[in-house]
């Protein structure tokens, strides 16, 4: 069954530094999403992504926050300037059609000290 | 609006037995209803999934009951088993305001054996 990779599964940065997040979708997949999941609560949806550009961000996907999809296969997420309370699970999702059976990755884990 | 509440927030079952979870919503325009699984360590993965012109929607051991009227629906695991034992989550989506999800805050299940 096709999966969604998502790479590294768990990154330490400090403070201050940018992290890029990176996440191969499903090849047929045309929709693209990041999500995130503090520990023990809830998933909180920051971006989703069509046809080259951002089609919805939520209050969570500030300034520090950016997508991109530098080829074919990669979508990524950088945070430029992390801050303790990004730390997280970072979670990619791709689907077929925009809002429907999302195939989710197994998530980074991002731990900023 | 936005919200989707879930409850309980934890379950404990026997082996055998069925396992109901419930949300509730209050944005009417919702118009897609999935439920997730997640083991830990690992991205939620789409279960079973309704929308509102249906009442019932069953797929193996796993049912949704949507009660529009009350904006409420359900998921029931029949003859669950410890290998069910996850976080499950309710979402919801609006197709006509974007494609990200609304996510419940989550029930973790144990079946116990």
């Known amino acids: 069954e096709p999966e969604v990779t998502q790479t590294p599964s768990h990154q330490v940065t400090q403070m201050g530094q940018e992290v890029i997040l990176r996440c191969v979708p499903i090849?047929?997949?045309?929709?693209f999403y990041w999500y995130r999941q503090i520990l023990g609560q809830k998933v909180e949806f920051l971006v989703s992504f069509y046809n080259n550009e951002i089609s919805e961000k939520s209050e969570i996907f500030d300034d520090q926050f950016s997508v991109e999809r530098p080829d074919g296969s990669n979508f990524t997420l950088k945070i430029r300037s992390t801050k303790l309370e990004d730390s997280a699970m970072y979670f990619c999702a791709s689907s077929v059609a925009g809002g429907e059976r999302y195939t989710f990755g197994s998530g980074t884990r991002l731990t900023v000290v | 609006q936005q919200q989707v509440k879930q409850s309980p927030q934890s379950l404990i079952v026997q082996k055998g037995g069925i396992s109901i979870i419930n949300c509730a919503y209050e944005?009417?325009?919702?118009?897609?209803f999935p439920w997730y699984q997640q083991f830990p360590g690992k991205g939620p993965a789409l279960l079973i999934a309704i929308r509102p012109d249906v009442s019932e929607k069953k797929e193996g051991r796993f049912t949704i009951s949507f009660n529009k009227s009350a904006k409420q629906f359900s998921l029931h695991i029949m003859d669950s088993q410890p290998g069910d034992s996850a976080t499950y989550f309710c979402?919801?989506?609006?197709?006509?305001?974007?494609?990200?999800?609304?996510f419940g805050p989550g029930t973790r299940l144990s079946v116990l054996p």
């Open positions: 090849s047929n997949h045309l929709y």
């Open positions: 979402a919801a989506n609006d197709h006509n305001y974007g494609q990200n999800f609304v």
């Open positions: 944005n009417t325009a919702f118009d897609y």
